[in-house]
């Protein structure tokens, strides 16, 4: 069950990079939500290669089917089954990896674990396993707009290497962050990003940064204490994307070195609304969501693979030397934005659906 | 199922702060593991107030009992319920509580959330709740000897607000984290941590910090992509602790700054071994381990109560003030060492046991 | 989690014969339900041994303490801990069988399994087990009225070896089936069902029979398909029980003779409701309840206890004989009304969750 | 998650009747197992209609394709997608239904859950539904002959309506079984079985009967009490299948007439191996297997769909009559029984996993 998501939005992804294809399987989804395959359609788009200048030229289509549970544009409360065929097979772009280990892939990991993997382009740790969490995260977002009109969760760039963008995560929409190819909602410090990766690009090298996210309009109530908090499962789901090493919500790893009596959120009265003034706990106390934007972020290690010769270790127990070949991202966050915004939405509507089973009233 | 954790070796734990008791129940902890009271009392006494100069000084003996699931001084193989008494009620410290909601504590989300709470002493968004999983994880550890008996997950206080320690994650040991009341790793500092403790104890405001933890002589395979990666269960059970804000495995949020060529870990043979020059990933690709330590941080923030008057809001939503009564920890760190150290093994011995029905040959 | 049943109502239940207790931890219930010990003591009297004279002859008292999940008299929405605890110890009844293996019963059985076992007073496989079913199922029962104040779910002997009772499933009540100590639904027949098992309890022998339940009042909708249908759940429930042998559910293994247009039942219109003629679904159609009356029939065999000697084997593998000792039910069936009944709501509880969380309109 | 069935050896079946297709994904299949389309494609064989003179005249090919998981003909421990397309569409022959619903069938229970149905051939609760479990079953299959290369599972029809067949359960093959269109494995009724479907499918009626199973070779030792006993996951298994109406193990209803004395059975020693002289048990003591053949019966009612007219009410809520038409299996039986082996081995699989995790030494 380890390519299961969610308690009651239950979602199974399937697939390698080199196979039939991949996808997903949503049990769990609510009758009666209006969905087509245009719905999916736009996020796996955000999500594909091949969109902009600064992802990797690989031009993969990622056209979905939705296989089962919905009829006359509307979902049944049956499983929802999404496939996306591969289409760019080039196994042979991968054979020297079929011996070699990739410095700081699942290469070797996989082997370990597995006692085999399947070495065409990644197999099931490649990328192109997010586009069945991608597909399921669509449909999460239509569950939520159906419960919760005013929701809304939006992620962007927030820094590449160490070029910080300048962003209120109050006011930022998704319009502005779309606007340009690196997906930061600073328009100033878009041009400087780009160019950053081009450059990195050029050299061979790579290079991460930082996504952060946020949930407006979200009601009081979400999370379910103690095992189950609202940031505990966005950590995981945050932690289970490729190439992610931290999280943090609300003042994170910064706001250790401040006193309570300056860290701590004082509730007020806004109208029937209780709010707090400041906004340190990041929208969540007690692993429950209070009302206020739900405010975190994570952190991307710079691509694997680069295009120089690297040391390293072959199936065979001897150290040898590998250099990157094939089309690859030299950053991943433009194309991980969309990502993060999907493993966002699926622990929401996950969490609003158990909510609604247990504390409605 | 909020209060549960684990797939195979699965928790579950009860209790509120005042009410008969808190404790947990095991389900799927395999048979024939040494155990007795005493294996689960060392560590309960580690997590307990009243331990030091610079804890609260609450004084609960916590004292265990284990009530089903072990014979002879085995595990049968059947559920390990534990229980431990709740003996320091005094729930009139608390009564203030009932009508008002703590600033960036609880009170407020559970009452949206639930409709009602018990105001008693925090109810179960206290930190006595982590008595049950402290226990479970005592039980844990057994497991993980039986099964791999070099295996060591250890955690140590990293830094007090501003005050860094100075460890070496290969090397430090249990002793030396044990021998000073703050649980650094690092003696030297250990003194400088205490003092700022009491002064900020002193002056009724509170104090966060990080904690590293590192596990040592994990196998590589563990780990069980694509959700269930070990760095993605890390990330929920370490944000699942009361208090916590943030989790990085590796280089995290600092590795974002580096590039691709910089960041990778070349592999090499040792013998018979594949291990990696550096250790940037912290010890997992792919979400696997791979031999190497694994290495990862917790952000503690200050603690919420302090002794000064905050503004807030009342239950029948009013603005109002409250002040901080009753003994609280102004750092709780040096407490949440064992729990980290808990929900360490509590993964660890849920992943080999995945590991063993699946994949081991 | 082979002790944990129910997605969203779960309960984890615990304990062995001999040692501190048994009990159960609920996680799932919803808040503000009205609960007190009481509650839950009307159910486990039920149950409990010594009631009567044709059951055991040891005198438990079962009384049961909640620990943790309510507060001001009513749930609080987190983990419902209960406990009892064992009081009539006499381990030295069962020494033979830590030695030898009972014919029919678990002893073998758990010992190929798990390597030990705890033989005093079978453990684990005692039906001592069910009190932490019976103990939360009473809480279930609460969740129930709260949600649909017209479910009611009622079982009663149906047949003793093979003297049969007449029953109308329709029409019987609670206080007709607790009007006699076989807790049949017929009267008529309690007497020479009495008789019989007194008989059989003379000779040291011991018999079964069947137990019939039916829930009546349950709304059109509840039922998971594809597997998780409510009359598989039921099954699964039923079969859980020790000592059960069959399920069956509306015409079951007699309806197999008929043909369709015999079998079929047609509905027809009732003011706003849709009915059916006849019911030989027995009130689930594609794993759904119809808002027919549910009716099922679970068969138990007779006690694997009888006072005379039969041939065994031992724990060291050569052929031997034991004779039954202690105090033991010679029919078990009137204790285990209570149990169906505790099961049946256990399901009902668990599914209308689930059918609140993603088809509640 | 109700579409979901294992704990570790997880599946998640998809797909209506009309659509893009029906499968499964199977979440927990260790790696390494040799597995091709032909594995699956033999198992659908026996499941698809129009195979015989006595199923359904549809002719659907149910031609499977692996979509991932496995490469070079062995599985890599990553889920397994399987996809069969649906062909033969005839929604219009469907379109009476859209309004009216079929007595005994799934359709108003579908509404009333649901709120709406894919009233094209049944949708969800058409039995191309198992298609997705006989595919998945196939795969279980070869990873019990992996780890139980001794271990068999057989199925076959014990009675069409009062038609019964005399049949060994210790010495039944699967080639006698398959020797006869009905699947029973006594030739001598075979033909009068034959007889008996072709003559009440010339009437326009249908017929119910009783499939027997039995595992040969299965260990001691498996099965996870309480709930998760084996044979009451066989039990919720069975009564998965659309048309079950019952569940019994070994003595099943007719022991409830035996005394304890005559229905126990008595352990003896065969040179190493603990066995029985009678196996009223059925196999599972305890809820565990006992090493002896475990024994099991299920009831199908006869065929809800019928060529006569018949009273019933309409999506409006008005009385009114509908006549079955289409291409239906007058006796579902024989295409059961590959269905009843499937659920029995998804069972043992998962039980083996789940064993082998926390028990195997």
Redesign the interface.
């Known amino acids: 069950?380890?390519?299961?998501?969610g308690?009651?939005f239950?979602i199974?992804?399937?697939?390698?990079s080199h196979?039939?294809?991949?996808?997903v399987?949503i049990?769990?989804?609510?009758?009666?939500i209006p969905l087509s395959e245009a719905d999916l359609q736009i996020e796996l788009d955000r999500r594909r290669p091949g969109q902009s200048e600064i992802t990797t030229p690989r031009n993969e289509a990622d056209q979905c089917?939705?296989?089962?549970?919905?009829?006359e544009g509307?979902t049944?409360?049956?499983?929802?089954?999404v496939?996306v065929r591969n289409k760019d097979h080039r196994p042979e772009a991968y054979s020297e990896m079929s011996e070699k280990?990739r410095?700081?892939?699942?290469d070797?990991?996989?082997d370990?674990?597995?006692?085999?993997?399947?070495w065409q382009g990644g197999?099931?740790?490649s990328a192109r396993?997010t586009i069945g969490r991608v597909a399921a995260a669509a449909v999460a977002k239509k569950v939520i707009k159906h419960f919760y009109p005013d929701l809304e969760a939006l992620a962007w760039v927030k820094?590449i290497?160490?070029i910080e963008a300048s962003i209120d995560p109050l006011t930022v929409t998704a319009e502005v962050i779309e606007s340009n190819v690196v997906r930061t909602g600073d328009p100033n410090t878009a041009g400087k990003m780009i160019d950053r990766i081009k450059e990195?690009r050029s050299e061979g090298?790579?290079?991460?940064?930082?996504i952060e996210g946020v949930i407006r309009g979200c009601p009081?109530?979400?999370?379910?204490?103690?095992?189950?908090?609202l940031?505990?499962?966005?950590?995981?789901?945050?932690?289970?994307i490729?190439a992610t090493?931290?999280?943090?919500?609300?003042?994170?790893?910064s706001?250790?070195?401040?006193?309570?009596?300056?860290?701590?959120?004082?509730?007020?009265?806004e109208g029937?609304k209780?709010r707090?003034?400041t906004n340190?706990?990041?929208g969540?106390?007690?692993?429950?969501?209070?009302?206020e934007p739900i405010l975190f972020?994570v952190?991307?290690?710079?691509?694997?693979?680069?295009m120089?010769a690297?040391?390293?270790?072959s199936k065979n127990?001897?150290?040898t030397e590998l250099k990157g070949r094939g089309r690859h991202d030299a950053c991943v966050l433009p194309r991980a934005v969309p990502i993060v915004e999907a493993m966002t939405n699926l622990i929401l509507c996950d969490h609003l659906?158990?909510?609604?089973?247990?504390?409605e009233?």
Do not use: W
């Open positions: 069950m380890s390519s299961q998501l308690q009651l239950r199974s992804t399937f697939g390698e196979g039939g294809g991949v996808g399987v049990d769990g989804c609510p009758p009666l089917e939705i296989l089962s549970g919905t009829f509307k049944l409360g049956s499983p929802i089954a496939l280990y410095p700081s892939h699942a070797y990991t996989y370990a674990k597995f006692g085999t993997r399947n197999g099931r740790s396993e820094s290497q160490n990195i090298n790579s290079i991460g940064g930082i009081p109530g979400l999370g379910e204490p103690v095992f189950d908090r940031e505990a499962d966005l950590a995981k789901a945050m932690l289970s490729p090493k931290g999280f943090e919500v609300g003042s994170g790893f706001g250790t070195t401040l006193t309570g009596a300056d860290h701590n959120d004082h509730f007020y009265m029937e209780v707090t003034h340190n706990s990041g969540v106390q007690g692993g429950i969501s209070n009302g972020r952190a991307f290690k710079p691509t694997a693979t680069i120089s690297q040391p390293t270790v127990r001897e150290d659906l158990r909510h609604r089973a247990l504390c009233r």
